[in-house]
């Protein structure tokens, strides 16, 4: 059965902290990993991860895939309380002949504390 | 220009009503998709339409169905509404595979509430 798990669910730490989001996954036909952002509306993208070992970095925010262990981490540095939200791992598994088909994990609630 | 839209943003109905959610892309995707997010914000695939054929349903009640008049366009229907149903129902689309980022993009939600 194909399926993503994430940890911690949930996490609380205090502004400036460094805080780590993992995410594992059994997915056949295994195209790429993306992390998301979920706030109080709609997920919003932040990573696409295609090959393993080379990290993607957007400010405070990096990630990097392993494809022989099969996980991904979200590092956040220096975190600030507008990091709080639901960060969502999805796996894309191509379906030859068809489109994508998209497996989420459950997400970790992260709560930054000032 | 919202690249994907639903409406309602909000809806509240009685048990046994039927309703829909309409959802519209702009971003000439193949593929669209039907999420559920429950209380605990676990999001949940429905549906996915690819070029107006279904490809996945997953196992939701045959009481939801997915209509597609044509590309742009994937509305969820609902027949005889259970308590269980009140979440925040999420479209979403996906270009095809080969057509560049994979990356999905989301609609604003629709919070379902039955009473």
């Known amino acids: 059965e194909d399926k993503v798990v994430q940890s911690p669910l949930s996490l609380v730490v205090h502004e400036g902290d460094t805080v780590t989001l993992n995410c594992s996954y059994e997915?056949?036909?295994?195209?790429?990993l993306l992390w998301y952002k979920q706030e109080k509306k709609a997920p919003t993208f932040l990573f696409m991860l295609?090959?393993?070992?080379i990290e993607k970095k957007s400010g405070r925010l990096s990630s990097i895939l392993d494809k022989k262990e099969l996980f991904s981490i979200l590092n956040i540095t220096a975190t600030q309380t507008g990091d709080s939200a639901i960060y969502l791992c999805?796996?894309?598994?191509?379906?030859?002949?068809?489109?994508?088909?998209?497996?989420f994990g459950t997400g970790t609630s992260l709560t930054v504390i000032p | 220009d919202t690249a994907v839209s639903q409406t309602p943003k909000y809806l509240v109905t009685q048990m046994g009503n039927d309703k829909s959610i309409k959802c519209e892309q702009n971003?000439?995707?193949?593929?669209m998709y039907w999420y559920k997010q429950d209380s605990k914000k676990f999001l949940k695939i429905m549906f996915s339409?690819?070029?107006?054929?279904?490809?996945i349903n997953e196992t939701v009640p045959n009481r939801f169905s997915p209509k597609s008049p044509d590309k742009a366009h994937l509305n969820l229907h609902i027949n005889s509404l259970e308590l269980g149903d009140s979440a925040v129902y999420f479209c979403?689309?996906?270009?095809?595979?080969?057509?560049?980022?994979?990356?999905?993009?989301f609609g604003p939600g629709t919070r379902l509430t039955v009473l």
């Open positions: 979403a689309s996906s270009p095809r595979v080969g057509q560049g980022h994979n990356e999905q993009f």
């Open positions: 997915v056949t036909n295994f195209r790429s």
């Open positions: 295609t090959s393993s070992g």
């Open positions: 999805a796996v894309v598994q191509v379906r030859p002949g068809s489109g994508n088909q998209f497996y």
């Open positions: 971003l000439g995707h193949d593929t």
């Open positions: 339409y690819n070029n107006k054929e279904l490809i």
